[in-house]
């Protein structure tokens, strides 16, 4: 395992955001917060709990076509990703079914679409669609503060035939009001080389809650009182409040197709603040990550999709070698109650940049 506790330079961050909100308690003395994890064989799926409250669940249904976590939650509870297709809520966005939770795919590997596959609701697949089976959990970690789950599973075309060999290691942090999600992801090839052409669909991927979307103009299918998708001409961007902050320094809708070690996307649920960050990794291909972030919900890093984002002015051939792996890793920090600044981020991002 190549690690399984918050370093202490991460603590420090942490305790950082801590006394910034105002505590008066001496966190270090607190006992850490348990998190623990909950089986559930009858339907393909483990609860990640933190003090016996749930945080997410690992998921692995028969009708989704790859593993998800979903839902995922802030430390007060609220939700921060969208419930459709799975639990659809009134108000929702109902488009893209295949984009639930958070996800690692890819939009074309050796022709065909893991991204994409889904895209006509639970239970479906596409002509040219992969699927990423779940084949075993290897271990299952409780701890004080952090626990882990490691889980092995397999890229198959649309035959049936293994491309890819997967290994992840999904690294869950608590502390007081802000929550860790560490993905560790290695892609092994077979016997022959996998190709990974440039595209826009992909990679390390989250649909978010209609709260923290950006607000937006125009025609949009949203799911409606009577249970079915309805179109809407003019949306009600009254409870719509999120907007993009990269490390760069790009916001709102600009950041798509822009480069950043980190990107931050703010807003409020219910009149509490959150902050949901997604950090690169330096070891990363691609390093800083292109991000695919869209205002409608949609936020994802793609190493891989440069041509699109930069107007066919670079592009991104990768493949895998017969027999050699490649790894990406990402964090995903959320806090609660408050909105996390660029110093509080950046601590973060370089407390897992030090990370192997």
């Not at 397999?154 to 007081?176: R, V």
Request: proline residues 4%; charged residues 25%.
């Amino acid at each position: 395992m190549k690690y399984f506790t918050i370093s202490l330079a991460c603590m420090a961050c942490i305790l950082m955001v801590s006394c910034n909100m105002g505590s008066d308690s001496n966190v270090e003395e607190e006992p850490r917060e348990e998190v623990t994890f909950q089986e559930n064989k009858s339907d393909n799926s483990i609860d990640v709990l933190i003090d016996g409250q749930r945080f997410t669940t690992y998921r692995w249904p028969k009708n989704v076509t790859k593993p998800i976590l979903y839902p995922i939650v802030t430390s007060n509870g609220t939700e921060i990703t969208r419930g459709f297709p799975i639990h659809p809520k009134t108000g929702e966005r109902a488009d893209h079914p295949h984009q639930i939770g958070m996800w690692l795919t890819y939009g074309d590997v050796d022709g065909n679409d893991f991204w994409g596959n889904g895209s006509h609701g639970l239970g479906t697949t596409n002509p040219n669609g992969g699927i990423i089976k779940h084949l075993k959990v290897d271990e299952m970690s409780d701890g004080a503060g952090a626990g882990i789950l490691v889980t092995s599973e397999s890229w198959e075309d649309s035959t049936g035939q293994e491309l890819l060999k997967e290994h992840t290691e999904y690294h869950f942090i608590a502390e007081d009001s802000v929550r860790i999600i560490d993905r560790i992801t290695t892609l092994t090839a077979g016997n022959k080389a996998v190709s990974l052409p440039d595209t826009k669909e992909g990679m390390f991927g989250i649909r978010v809650a209609r709260e923290l979307e950006l607000p937006a103009q125009g025609e949009v299918t949203l799911y409606s009182a009577s249970g079915e998708p309805e179109k809407v001409k003019e949306m009600d961007n009254t409870s719509i409040s999120g907007d993009y902050l990269s490390s760069e320094g790009g916001t709102g809708l600009g950041v798509w197709g822009t480069r950043a070690r980190w990107m931050d996307l703010y807003g409020n649920i219910d009149g509490e603040d959150i902050s949901l960050v997604i950090c690169d990794h330096p070891d990363n291909p691609s390093y800083p990550t292109w991000w695919h972030a869209r205002g409608y919900g949609l936020f994802s890093a793609n190493p891989l999709g440069a041509k699109d984002f930069t107007k066919g002015d670079t592009t991104v051939d990768f493949s895998i070698p017969a027999h050699e792996s490649v790894t990406f890793r990402y964090r995903v920090v959320i806090s609660s109650g408050f909105h996390l600044t660029a110093e509080q981020i950046n601590g973060f991002a370089d407390d897992f940049g030090k990370r192997q």
